[in-house]
């Protein structure tokens, strides 16, 4: 569940690096509380909540396998969508890369 809170904490971070623990912790839970929360988000907000701070996340998850989040944007291509599950399932970089030290390093998020 920190791992969870942690992306909270971090919303509208898009600097830094989230390691494949962080992701799928989020994405997991988030799909348990989606599949209640649907109909109000989309009726209230539009779904921009929830785009918001998946979007904080996945790109963070991006720079941690050292890609800039531009690579989000293939959610959007047929098939090409693809490429981007499985870059957002592959292990860190394990050295320091231009978006920060890697995040398994840390034992709890910040």
Excluded at 31 to 40: E, M, N, P, S, T
Excluded at 52 to 76: K, P, Q
Excluded at 87 to 99: A, G, I, K, R
Aim: some cysteine.
């Amino acid at each position: 569940m920190e791992w969870y809170l942690a992306v909270w904490k971090k919303y509208a971070v898009f600097e830094g690096r989230a390691r494949r623990k962080e992701y799928w912790t989020f994405t997991l839970i988030n799909a348990a509380i989606g599949l209640v929360l649907y109909l109000i988000d989309m009726f209230l907000t539009m779904g921009l909540l929830s785009v918001m701070y998946s979007l904080a996340v996945t790109i963070r998850r991006l720079h941690d396998t050292n890609r800039i989040g531009w690579w989000c944007l293939l959610a959007f291509v047929p098939i090409a969508n693809i490429a981007l599950i499985v870059f957002l399932c592959m292990d860190s970089d394990p050295n320091t890369n231009q978006y920060g030290p890697n995040p398994k390093m840390e034992e709890l998020p910040a």
